[in-house]
């Protein structure tokens, strides 16, 4: 199987699991967010922010390392598990000496046994990494996904039982508990790897001698990423912040789903490719355009309804982050294009070159995020990393066309279409929902025209009069709306251009082979082959 087949298959398992995984965890989120108040995930989102860039120390860029290593190298294998090990062990001290001052500094009782579980929780991260970057390294991404579907679906029972029998914010600790536990034994046994006493000097200097780089890059980054939620917590409390930390996860929803399970993919592919520009500007436009006009879609639909959204999905007490969600949709909009070409910059052995842009937007992040904080509060925040992002793509644009394979131009023509039709959504998508008419009407009109059984109406007349019903109407409008017009957008741009751009053609082969591969998986094959007869 060539590497194009692999990255196929590879994707579709990704794609697969995401969205089993959240419809689950919609469906779970739905409930947690009834259980749960807006500080018991603001104090947890304090926590995870800390012990996240903790955990990227004990990763210490070492399995990016091995993606890059041949399968018959099991030398670097052992001198990753045990330097993250160690790493663990390291930062498990940490968590457990700092875990008063944390406390202090929030002024929240629980943040102490979340920070310490959490940090304990580092110690069973090495084994579990080494797994399954086995499996990455040899293209073998539809097991690790099945793996993490089958880790998320034992979560959530766990973390709802919890949170019903009163657990408050350790209910989120409950069931990061039992997927870490249940994704380190699945992973080891897939990949049939246990740690052995073995440790070879000349094998860690190798593999050290591109993971720091990858360290540095990755926890910079992190930062960036964190540090919003860390500032915002202590200058505004866990309450606002559990608001905007709602909007922010919200937001990043189609890109972690869709882009960031993609980098394990990514990694080895245009590792492979590496030395050949003429492939790998050809591989920069089939993967661009996909990934941005199906991202770009998502976070649309997102944007146009965020009340009813965010009502339907989390309960009355989230509405309040529905403003900050739609800023937030176009910084995600913005760090797309930005995390593509670095995950391509990255594979391809230019770490270096993003380590200066990474400190940038820390940086800018800060003084950002300090500013809007302490002026306008929770939208000010939501603004500056609208910003920040197009800031530090700007810069990155800059670096990428004077040092790497690919120009700043093949990167915005990939993306394009996908930027011209989230455009057009934004824009027409408010005016025309104002011609929606409302639930009432609706109802009116259905009852003057059909000749309903009484029960029916019954039904009808439950279902405008609830709040839930009325938001279900409007987020079903706004995403149908939103989708017929960022598609009929994104057809009129492309199609001049069917024939003659290689992302376009990617696009449209990719839909017919996932629905192609989705037909094969729920009809039978006797019923495809009398469909295709």
Not at 114 to 137: D, E, F, H, K
Not at 446 to 454: G, H, K, M, N, Q
Not at 480 to 504: D, E, K, M, Q, S
Request: glycine fraction near 6%.
């Amino acid at each position: 199987m060539d590497i194009g087949e692999q990255f196929r298959k590879g994707a579709f398992w990704i794609y697969l699991q995401s969205w089993i995984s959240t419809v689950f965890t919609f469906a779970a989120g739905m409930i947690m967010a009834r259980l749960l108040t807006p500080a018991d995930f603001g104090i947890f989102a304090v926590v995870t922010a800390i012990t996240s860039l903790l955990g990227k120390q004990v990763r210490f860029g070492l399995p990016e390392a091995l993606m890059r290593t041949e399968s018959t190298d099991r030398e670097s294998v052992d001198a990753a598990f045990w330097l993250m090990l160690g790493m663990a062990g390291v930062c498990a001290f940490v968590v457990i000496i700092s875990a008063d001052a944390i406390t202090e500094f929030y002024h929240d009782s629980r943040a102490y046994w979340l920070y310490v579980g959490t940090g304990l929780l580092l110690l069973l991260q090495p084994p579990s990494i080494v797994a399954q970057n086995i499996l990455r390294r040899d293209m073998r991404q539809d097991i690790v996904e099945r793996i993490i579907l089958v880790a998320n679906l034992a979560t959530l029972p766990v973390s709802l039982y919890a949170a019903y029998a009163g657990a408050g914010p350790y209910a989120l600790l409950a069931g990061n508990m039992i997927g870490t536990m249940v994704q380190l034994l699945l992973s080891m046994i897939y990949a049939r790897w246990f740690p052995r006493l073995a440790f070879a000097a000349s094998a860690a200097r190798r593999i050290l001698s591109y993971g720091w780089r990858m360290h540095i890059l990755t926890s910079l980054a992190l930062a960036s990423n964190k540090v919003d939620a860390m500032i915002l917590g202590r200058i505004a409390g866990t309450s606002i912040l559990g608001l905007y930390n709602r909007a922010a996860n919200t937001a990043r929803l189609p890109e972690d789903e869709l882009l960031q399970r993609l980098y394990t993919l990514i990694l080895p592919a245009f590792f492979r490719l590496s030395g050949e520009s003429n492939r790998t500007t050809l591989a920069v436009q089939k993967l661009i355009t996909p990934v941005t006009t199906t991202i770009y879609l998502f976070l649309a639909m997102i944007a146009v309804s965020p009340e009813p959204f965010l009502h339907l999905l989390y309960g009355s007490q989230w509405v309040s982050a529905a403003p900050a969600l739609t800023i937030l949709t176009i910084a995600v909009a913005i760090s797309t294009l930005k995390g593509i070409s670095s995950m391509i910059a990255g594979a391809q052995g230019h770490v270096g070159r993003q380590i200066p842009v990474e400190l940038f937007n820390l940086v800018i992040t800060v003084v950002f995020v300090l500013s809007g904080a302490m002026l306008w509060g929770l939208l000010g925040v939501a603004w500056s990393m609208v910003l920040r992002n197009a800031m530090v793509l700007l810069l990155w644009l800059f670096v990428v066309t004077r040092h790497l394979h690919f120009s700043a131009g093949i990167i915005l023509v990939a993306s394009l279409p996908a930027i011209c039709a989230f455009g057009v959504t934004m824009a027409l998508s408010p005016k025309l929902l104002l011609f929606v008419p409302g639930l009432e009407v609706v109802h009116a009109g259905i009852a003057s025209r059909f000749d309903l059984p009484e029960r029916w109406i019954g039904y009808l007349e439950t279902v405008v009069n609830s709040t839930l019903g009325e938001s279900l109407y409007h987020l079903c409008t706004g995403f149908f709306l939103a989708f017929v017009i960022y598609v009929l957008a994104w057809l009129i741009v492309v199609w001049p251009f069917r024939n003659r751009h290689v992302g376009i053609q990617t696009t449209f082969e990719l839909v017919g082979s996932v629905f192609g591969r989705l037909s094969r998986l729920l009809l039978p094959k006797t019923q495809i082959k009398k469909t295709v007869s």
